[in-house]
């Protein structure tokens, strides 16, 4: 998928060099008030230290290894036990601000995920090891032009021909771009180190640019990406998301910032009436009767249908959501365009 590619002049050797910066290992000393990005594919946050079991060990490294951990978590209910334990994600290059540390794990707020619960971010505990400073990669975030990963995943290499892999990268992944090639884009990663990105599977924006508009039809272009992912709680990346990861991810591929809660989804926005629902709408779900919280969210596609991303038995699928909705929750929906 191709949301938009604008040029970057291709830059000289000087500059193919310069992502070796300062970057200070986080285990070295993060203190409350100091920012940091993330280090690895995707960081789990979790509701409080050491809830972790021996089988979300590969979710909890530097680097990960997350098809390993979707493996482990197979059955359904070891998935369904992170349902409540788990707060969110944060993909590779995303700024948190670390408000305490404890032993081997810092309680941080995601810069980038909207809440009611915290101006500054999405809160939640995550593996130390997982988090780095660096005044470089913040520089060069603030400074350069940068790529969004728009594939499902793709890969890091050491070579802009592809050669030597280094490592697998989500969807919706931002870095800074050095420099591009006709094939391929050099990134800044924020350990101090470059990369290079096949350049069909990002789009390449000018610094302060965004991606176009979209129309409802392309959020749902969108999502139809990930039809087959498992369910992940908490989830934001393309190895797994939960019913608001989903929508928040969707929307923000496309320069679209939406709380990162069902509930606070529901808040905000434009709101539609059954009748007048348009693909790319979201639809929301509470109690039976559509009273009270707000629990689920799915995505109007057209014809009656939406995707959504259900349960932890099930995967992001595409469903009648009135045949769907059998204890009649439907709460409202709402237009974020």
Partial sequence: MTLRRTTVALLGAALLCASAGTATAAPDGLEPGDHAFVDVTAATLW???GLDRPIDAPALTNPVDLDRWNRNLADTEPRRWLTGKLETQAVLGSEVEVTEVSGDWAHV???????????????????????VESDRFDTLTDTRPWAQVTDDRTWLTGS???????????????????????????????DGSAAWLDQDAVDVYDQGGQPPAPIGADLVETGKQ????????????SYGFDCSGFTYSIHRAHGVSIPRDASAQAEVGQDVDV???????????AQPGGVGNVHHVGMYIGDGKMIHAPNAAESVSIVDWQDWDVDEEFSGAKRML
Avoid: C, H, K
């Fill in 226 to 237: 990930f039809l087959g992912l498992r369910y992940l709680w908490a989830g934001v990346s």
């Fill in 47 to 49: 509701v409080e230290p």
């Fill in 109 to 131: 707020v995601v810069a980038e995920q909207d809440t009611p619960r915290d101006d500054r971010g999405y809160p939640g505990w995550v593996p130390v090891e997982q988090l």
């Fill in 275 to 285: 009748a007048d629902l348009q693909p790319g709408d979201l639809l929301f779900f």
């Fill in 160 to 190: 802009p021909t592809g050669a030597r892999p280094l490592s697998e990268i989500s969807f919706n992944t931002r870095l800074p771009v050095l420099a591009e090639t006709p094939g391929a884009v050099r990134v800044a990663l924020p």
